[in-house]
């Protein structure tokens, strides 16, 4: 019913950028919270940025100054710019989001299928 999509991983040298975007689509109401998180071979799941409707941000230690989180309340899409990337950032990167259903009024959180990211020293 509702599914979101990740897009712009790749393969990037350390220091480079990347632009990740995700788009919920399907019978939505609205979106409210919605972030990115990520899984390292061997490691667990962590939250790397998350923004709440209100537009107000959340990072994880590891990346704040270096990555930003923005969206498009209008298109249901969450950005995650990614600047001066190290090796260390490599993973496969999940976007969520709390999702409101058309007719509905509870929320439920959807996961995309992730994008890989790898940083080349």
């Known amino acids: 019913q509702v599914q979101l999509v990740e897009s712009g991983g790749g393969l990037v040298q350390a220091g480079g950028s990347l632009r990740l975007s995700c788009e919920a689509s399907?019978?939505?109401?609205?979106?409210?919270?919605m972030g990115w998180y990520r899984q390292a071979p061997g490691k667990q799941r962590e939250l790397v940025a998350f923004?709440?409707?209100?537009?107000?941000?959340n990072y994880a230690d590891s990346v704040k100054d270096r990555f930003s989180i923005s969206r498009d309340n209008a298109k249901n899409t969450v950005y995650l710019q990614m600047n001066n990337l190290k090796p260390e950032d490599t993973a496969v990167y999940f976007c969520?989001?709390?999702?409101?259903?058309?007719?509905?009024?509870?929320?439920?959180?959807?996961w995309g299928q992730g994008t890989q990211v790898t940083v080349s020293s």
């Open positions: 399907g019978s939505i109401f609205s979106a409210n919270g």
């Open positions: 923004i709440t409707s209100g537009g107000n941000t």
């Open positions: 969520s989001a709390d999702i409101v259903l058309t007719g509905h009024t509870e929320t439920r959180y959807y």
